[in-house]
């Protein structure tokens, strides 16, 4: 009897261990770094660096606790005059940036189930760019590549709440563990940065999963230059309007028409909240 119970203790101990998970989100407060890598016009892999959060165009709020994460401006306003970087007939930049934002959180990880999950607050990104956000297991005895094989990526193309995992079995000690996201496209315009938008991501605690696209509600005109109207099948209660960095820039009760006349051209994101809940939408001030 003695030797059942000591089992039956022994298994009670270790089950927690059975079914230990690393549960983590958004912390802007916490140690994130920066990779970019580089790839040439024709899509040949031209170099990867160490870059600084500035640099990457990836920006940390810790009193909103929020990431925010856009196309990289640097690499073309350094480069003008170069042929390899910019188009010098168009204009359009000719290299193509994978901005890598994440965290690692050290051997502690390895060998445990992984979650990262957080909310996308607002998402203005142009299509031109392409948001992912990632667990990766690099591994150092294969020239760093994704031991995950990619299965911990997943596409980000909205505002809303997201989760990537990884099992522990894959997370083998040696393996370099990543968490966080990339922004993939050409290297940006400067003068474009207003119109080319942003991501915006933060914890679980913004509660933007009680945006319900399904309202029927619709803003016009749009692009705007001096009123945007808000067209609902019931009446506005409420609205604000974010820039593409995720700052309130107007707010609004009890009314249709939003004033965005002193707004500086760019695309933004209008919630309006009805009776019914909440809905982002878009618009483009002219």
């Known amino acids: 009897m003695k030797k ?9 101990l270790t089950l927690p261990m059975l079914v230990a998970q690393n549960n983590v989100t958004i912390d802007a ?23 600084s959060f500035d640099n990457l165009k990836s920006t940390l709020d810790t009193d909103a606790n929020t990431v925010t994460l856009q196309p990289n401006f640097n690499a073309y ?20 940036m994978e901005a890598n934002s994440f965290i690692e959180p050290g051997a502690s990880f390895n060998g445990t189930d992984l979650n990262f999950s957080g909310t996308i607050q607002s998402f203005t990104l142009s299509d031109d760019y392409t948001v992912t956000v990632f667990i990766k297991a690099l591994d150092p005895n294969n020239g760093f590549s994704d031991a995950l094989g990619g299965s911990g990526t997943t596409t980000l193309t909205e505002a809303g709440d997201f989760s990537v995992s990884a099992a522990g079995s894959a997370l083998a000690d040696g393996l370099l563990i990543q968490y966080g996201f990339s922004v993939t496209g050409p290297n940006a315009n400067p003068a474009d940065e207003g119109t080319l ?5 933060s914890d679980m605690s913004v509660n933007v999963n009680d945006l319900n696209p399904e309202i029927e509600a619709s803003v016009y005109p749009n ?22 960095l995720g700052q309130q820039v107007i707010t609004g009760v009890g009314t249709n028409d939003v004033d965005v006349s002193n ?22 001030k002219k």
């Open 77 to 96: 306003a350094d480069n003008t005059t170069n042929p390899e970087w910019v188009d010098q007939s168009t204009g359009a930049g000719l290299a193509t």
């Open 197 to 201: 938008g942003s991501v915006v991501a």
């Open 29 to 51: 407060s916490a140690e994130w770094k920066s990779f970019m890598n580089v790839f040439r016009a024709n899509g040949d892999y031209w170099f990867g660096d160490p870059w």
């Open 223 to 244: 692009p705007t230059a001096e009123v945007l109207s808000i067209r609902s099948a019931t009446p506005v209660q409420a609205f604000q309007v974010l820039n593409f």
């Open 4 to 12: 059942i119970f000591t089992i039956a203790m022994l298994s009670l």
């Open 263 to 284: 707004l500086p051209a760019g695309t933004y994101s209008i919630i309006v909240e009805v009776e019914e809940g909440k809905k982002a939408m878009t618009f483009v």
